[in-house]
């Protein structure tokens, strides 16, 4: 045997296209060539492998060694195939038999003593070699991650030679088991710590049905970040499916997937200073950004206004299409980005306008700049605008009070239940002629409601995002149809969409 071939994967995205390890051997000055597109850290992948083979006490063929990654286009990176490569000169050479490596697909980093080093993305690879029909062999640090994909055999090894022996069948490795941890719903802060804003949480409740977007308007220390971080505890308990892509996106991200983040609804608050590509991904070798983080959980954006305004542009490509496409000269990748957005912002530059201190001596000229710095068409994609007073001292020293997060997450999941089953999606995502079919109103109601949008000025996007909400209000409320009472509390939520006096 001169050839051999092993099967391994690379990362495109959340993506984790096959990738085969060919190597072949030949006659000729001891000499390693590696083709098929590989980038600096594959390059150096002969020189770990080399030491790995030697310091494993196998035999580095002295020969012409051509190592091929197929495809060809598809560009790798990372020291992923460091396991595969090695297999493959292993076979090649005949050291170890070369049918077990068909059953197989391996992916990890080799120290030079032969060790096996974690990698990044293993679970969109294991997703795939479970599609693909064949075990996966990869590091043990990395084996409770791709053990998620249940179903899939998975080996976790610590040493090149662990492998070896396992494929040759003198000492088995383990089949990872599927994480104990992975059946556990994680801990979330309960609404119930929320002191007052009866209002407040009322909206939440109506976002967290619906699925819609919201802007809390408050002054500072109001409850606006309290309030926005316990939206993930009263959304509907993460599907296997949607825990799978969210995690998906969380292993091929810089920070990796992290076994406590399973199953817990994302929750994403970057700073108004992030710039574009933390907020949307990028890199020359594209990684998610926020709003993929986020995907299935809640983006939240603290102090809206602050935010480069065109860093919140590119936000609305994701918040219409669920989806965001990063194109870098060399490659293109497409992430999931389907959040759920939550805002804030302070009424007025110095925060206190309408506070019954009177402190706050903005100009009215000073609070129109300082809302206008979020435009239009953004403020327009926010279903819900909530204002969140100060709460006062009292209430603030009190018991906690309100509901439970576990009894709001009830109510939550029975509106959410009706809305899949008229629609198939929650109502935030229906299409305009799917609001005309399923948002109609009653005969006074339409004029109510035309009048309502006469004197807010809303604009077509926010007329459509109006009776959704409504919609929503009814699913909760377990109502057929839209009432008025139903509709007067949607229009109640247009706050911003008023033209400030004067104007
Ligand atoms: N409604 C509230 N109930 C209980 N604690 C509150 C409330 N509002 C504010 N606090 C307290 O004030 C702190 C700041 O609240 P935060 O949610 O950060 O306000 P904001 O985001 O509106 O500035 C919280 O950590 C909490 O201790
Ligand atoms: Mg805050």
Known sequence: MTLAVAHSRAGEGVHAPAVTVEVHLANGLPATTLVGLPETAVRESRERVRGALVNSAFAFPARRITINLAPADLPKEGGRFDLAIALAILAASGQIPAAPLGACEFLGELALTGELRAVRGVLPAALAAREAGRALVLPQANA???????????????????????????????????????????????????????????????????????????????????????????????????????????????????PAAWRRRPFRAPHHTASGVALVGGGSNPRPGEVSLAHHGV??????????????????????????????????????????????????????????????????????????????????RIDLHVETPRVRREQLLGKPDGEPSAVIRRRVVRARERQIARAGVPNAALSNPEVDRWCALQPGDRELLANAIEHLGLSARAYHRVLKVARTIADLAGDADIRTGHLTEAIGYRRLDRRPAGR
């Not at 053990?147 to 492998?163: I, T």
């Not at 007025?348 to 100009?363: A, F, H, I, K, M």
């Open 144 to 258: 409770a991650e791709a053990a998620l994909a249940s179903g899939l055999e998975v080996f976790g090894a610590r040493h090149l030679l662990d492998v070896c022996a396992h494929l040759t069948g003198t000492r088995a490795l383990q089949a990872q088991p599927y994480p104990e941890w992975a059946g556990r719903e994680p801990p979330v802060p309960d609404l119930t710590e929320v002191r007052g804003q009866y209002h407040a949480k009322r909206a939440l409740e109506i976002a967290a049905a619906g699925a819609h977007s919201l802007l809390f308007l408050g002054p500072p220390g109001s409850g606006k970040s309290m309030l926005s971080a316990r939206l993930p505890g009263i959304l509907p308990p993460m599907e296997e499916d949607e825990a799978l892509e969210a995690a998906a996106i969380a292993s091929v991200s810089r920070q990796g997937f992290t």
């Open 299 to 380: 983006l939240f954006l603290d102090e809206l206004p602050e935010f480069d305004r065109r860093a919140l542009e590119v936000l609305r490509e994701p918040l219409e299409s669920g989806s965001i496409t990063i194109s870098r000269a060399a490659r293109q990748a497409d992430f999931p980005a389907r959040f759920q957005l939550i805002a804030a912002m302070n009424p007025c530059p110095c925060g206190y306008l309408g506070d019954p201190s009177g402190r706050c001596r903005c100009t009215a000229e000073q609070v129109e700049r300082y809302r206008a710095r979020v435009s239009g068409p953004l403020l327009d």
